[in-house]
């Protein structure tokens, strides 16, 4: 593959790089360096500057956006740019779930409602897909939806929808009929969040952290309008939405961004008469996953030019979940390792409960970015089964 840049792609990168240094907000970028989470004003406040420069949604039909079409190559050069920055990274419910269902398979007034406010990043959305019981066999899932009249009467819950208690509006498979074959008779539904008969219970995970919630649906009232396609193709929809969420778990440009901070940060640490960069275990495998991800980075690259020409993200977008995750978890895994014992969430100097911690200041965050990172193979369709897809897809199995 030829990876050389055009004199315009190096245009557009220093395009790009003028931009961060004029228009990322100090604040946020104070907060993003130190690890502190963002607040949702901040993201929206971002989300929405990007957009106005016309590099938010950068994946939709422009006829959407009103914004010129990004090549592949300035999609790569843009994400890579705004991973070294460390900027926040877009929420992707709206803009690169959501949106992508609507205008595939959506009513033209569906379309004209739904797709200027996730642009804007006026409504957010969070996905309605796990369920108690019905995670990895998503085709399993119970919560019911019976039509009567001209609406849908919701009842069930689901479980670890990310920031529902922030999101104004949910995009739902719901179960529609009971039929022998499970993968039938599940639909796509679009809820408002104020809907009454909604509750959204927080779940706090291992890091500390508010991120997941439980939602119950008791008798809440659907308008049949808000059916997204067919009633019964669920099932097509959300194989189609879930290639695209995997495509952008694996996170290629961040993942380049940590591992260069990492091995900045390892080669200040001394160990012996070297530092702990140079220590031939601790580099070994550093370059074990600086190969690894360079690999997988020219398989993002393969697939955003085929999606360019037309494609869809097919059992790539697996591989691509895969390796990103796995890398994910590694990297996350060696920073602990640099910091040992610093890195432990509960060290405190002097006695329990000062709430001083030891180390460098870039040491907090580390243990709860470790722990949170857990999951990570598990959400978009776990690994394992993600396994299954590629062997069915590639090998024929």
Wanted: hydrophobic share 35%; aromatic share 10%; net charge negative.
């Amino acid at each position: 593959m030829d990876l050389k840049f055009s004199e315009a792609d190096v245009t557009f990168r220093e395009e790009v790089i003028n931009f961060l240094e004029t228009e990322y907000p100090d604040d946020i970028k104070e907060k993003q360096d130190k690890r502190i989470p963002l607040e949702k004003d901040e993201i929206v406040r971002w989300q929405q500057i990007l957009n106005k420069k016309g590099w938010f949604a950068i994946n939709w039909p422009t006829e959407y956006t009103n914004h010129e079409e990004l090549s592949v190559t300035q999609k790569y050069i843009l994400q890579e740019e705004l991973a070294k920055a460390n900027t926040p990274t877009n929420i992707p419910f709206g803009v690169g779930m959501c949106a992508p269902v609507v205008y595939t398979f959506g009513t033209d007034e569906q379309k004209e409602k739904f797709l200027p406010s996730i642009l804007n990043s006026e409504v957010w959305w969070c996905q309605g897909y796990s369920e108690p019981g019905s995670g990895s066999d998503l085709a399993s899932l119970k919560t019911k939806a019976e039509l009567k009249g001209d609406k849908y009467i919701v009842n069930g819950a689901k479980t670890w929808t990310t920031l529902a208690q922030h999101a104004d509006w949910i995009f739902c498979l719901v179960r529609t009929e009971t039929t022998d074959i499970k993968q039938e008779g599940i639909s796509f539904l679009l809820i408002d969040m104020k809907t009454p008969g909604i509750e959204v219970k927080p779940i706090i995970t291992i890091d500390g952290s508010h991120e997941v919630n439980m939602v119950y649906f008791d008798n809440v009232e659907v308008p049949a309008e808000n059916l997204v396609g067919e009633q019964g193709q669920g099932w097509n929809i959300a194989k189609f939405l879930l290639a695209h969420e995997r495509s952008g778990i694996a996170g290629i440009a961040a993942l380049k961004r940590e591992l260069t901070r990492l091995k900045d940060l390892s080669s200040d640490i001394p160990l012996g008469e070297g530092t702990l960069l140079e220590d031939v275990q601790f580099r070994n495998k550093i370059e074990e996953t600086e190969i690894e991800l360079t690999a997988t980075e020219f398989t993002e690259l393969r697939t955003l030019a085929a999606m360019s020409q037309g494609g869809s993200p097919g059992a790539e977008s697996s591989i691509l979940k895969i390796k990103g995750t796995e890398l994910q978890q590694t990297i996350s895994e060696l920073f602990v390792e640099m910091l040992a014992y610093y890195a432990h969430p509960f060290y405190l100097e002097n006695e329990i409960g000062t709430n001083e911690t030891v180390g460098p200041d870039y040491a907090a965050p580390v243990m709860p970015h470790y722990l949170n990172y857990r999951k990570v193979t598990i959400y978009g369709g776990s690994n394992e089964i993600q396994r299954n897809v590629i062997s069915k897809a590639i090998l024929g199995l």
